[in-house]
């Protein structure tokens, strides 16, 4: 199988060859190679290790790998979903390096990680990893394999040390972490030694040629797919988004620079396009863009879009779309209810929403995917109301229209306004209603899973003492009675599950990742926070 996989690769760059001492190194994603061959963060990153002559990469997924270096130096992960760090402990255990990065020796490789769910908090996963990367890996990247060849044949603990000074690398083991109790909440967190810095920035390229595809193979999930990032972060700041507040500033592809010419690379090897971005057609020339795709040279191009905001949905968009092989589109409108959009700063109305629809039918497209969210700050049994009479109105106004709500629960997330605020309790009874009364209007509804939002809340507000229960879980399954299981084995030594999901924190709380700094200061992002409470304190008055 492996060999077959490999050779259905075709590369758009030229991988270097290693020079004689060249840093053995195994760059691993902890899935299966469909899935991670599909992750453009995880592309790039390889790409980047393997066109530089100073390291020696090879690839490792749960299902294949290419020839593997016997003594690596160094281990690496992208992570892109929280739960497969199940796949990272065993793929550790099957290269005999002990899952537990204080158990490794000078002998073992340092294992560092990188990708979206390590820079947002890696403090449930800080006891598995020596070395975690925060932030854009195009500047991050090659300033950590410069650091480390200045140490390369020190002791592990120098090595450690002398990487912790790079910008942006955290070094878990080089921060304490002390707690008011074993089951309370943090009382500080602070550098192990003097000369390690007292907080770790997030990595920001600020460039404007961004990402492309640096591989197409029809062994992808997104068969013979070629994606490129049209924007990076989102302008809107809707208070919940991680995808927003962690990334930013938003910044956008050069048309001239970066766009033209790397989609017209990724054409000479397929004809599937995928365009990527929290908010692609906010790109200031995604209408040039389109005229550019327009050309009858693209004729036979299949493109994709990645979730486009609602009010940018024109009859014109729709049709273009629709004539590159597109059936549907997907925009986020999260509720019905205007008053609860004013709460999350979703700045969008009713009528745009039923405008996109009409506009889509216009153009052609026989689908409109809405993604909507319940449980969040401020919600009322109203708000679920007007979601479905939402639904309604847009059935009447594009008869035909093929209406999908996808719908999750609110999960807080570090970094934004609203990761002081825990899971709302009555979310499960909420998608519940809201699937019984849009069913009964013959209208198309997916919920996502409650007790994966819970698992995933917990992650994303857990602090270091997450590892010890993680290990755990990991071998009674992936259920949530797994994870209440693992916390009453644990019990006495870290708080219950309900500390980390659903309550509401304390704005003076040392969170998880109070050393870790995120693209805003913690006073903007309270300040964002009060904005939001203000404007629902005062609904609840007005009531």
Known sequence: MTASVFSAERLLFTPATPDAGAIPTIFAFPNEYSVGITSLGYQIVWANLAMRSDVWVSRLFTDTHEPLPASPELLGFSISWELDYVNILSLLESLEIPIRAADRTDNHPLVFGGGPVLTANPEPFAGFFDVILLGDGENLLGDFIEAYKQVRNAGRQTQLRHLAQVPGVYVPSLYEVKYIS???????????????????????????????????????????????????????????????????????????????????????????????????????EFDSLLDYLSKPKFDDVRLSIASVRTNTVTESLAKILGNRGTKSLTIAIESGSERLRKIINKKLNNEEIIQAAV????????????????????????????????????KKAAPGLRLTLGCSTFVPKSHTPFQWFGVNSLAEKRLKSLEKQLRSHGLDFRPESYNWSVVQALISRGDRRLSDLLELVRHYGDSLGSYRRAFKELRGKLPEMDFYVHTNW??????????????????????????????????????
Not at 363 to 379: A, D, I, W
């Open 182 to 284: 074993p089951d309370g909440p943090i009382a500080s967190i602070e550098p192990a030694f003097p000369d390690i810095p007292a907080t770790v920035a997030k990595q920001t390229y600020r460039g404007n040629v961004l990402s492309a595809s640096s591989v197409v193979t029809e062994k992808a999930a997104w068969e013979n797919i070629y994606m490129v990032e049209v924007v990076r972060s989102c302008p809107e700041m809707c208070r919940f988004c991680l995808a927003s507040y962690l990334t930013l500033p938003f910044r956008t592809a050069s048309m001239e620079v970066s766009l033209i010419p790397a989609i017209e690379r990724g054409l000479e090897v397929t004809n599937r396009l995928g365009l990527l971005g929290a908010s692609v057609t906010q790109h200031p």
């Open 359 to 394: 506009n889509a039918k216009a153009g052609g497209l026989t689908g409109l995917k809405l993604y909507g969210m319940v449980g969040l700050p401020g919600e009322e049994p109203e708000d679920l109301e007007e979601t479905v009479a939402m639904m309604r109105s847009l």
């Open 506 to 543: 304390e704005l003076e709380r040392v969170l998880p990742w109070s050393h870790l700094q995120g693209p805003l200061p913690v006073a903007t992002l309270q300040k964002h926070l009060a904005d939001a409470t203000a404007y629902f304190k005062e609904v609840e008055q007005a009531s």
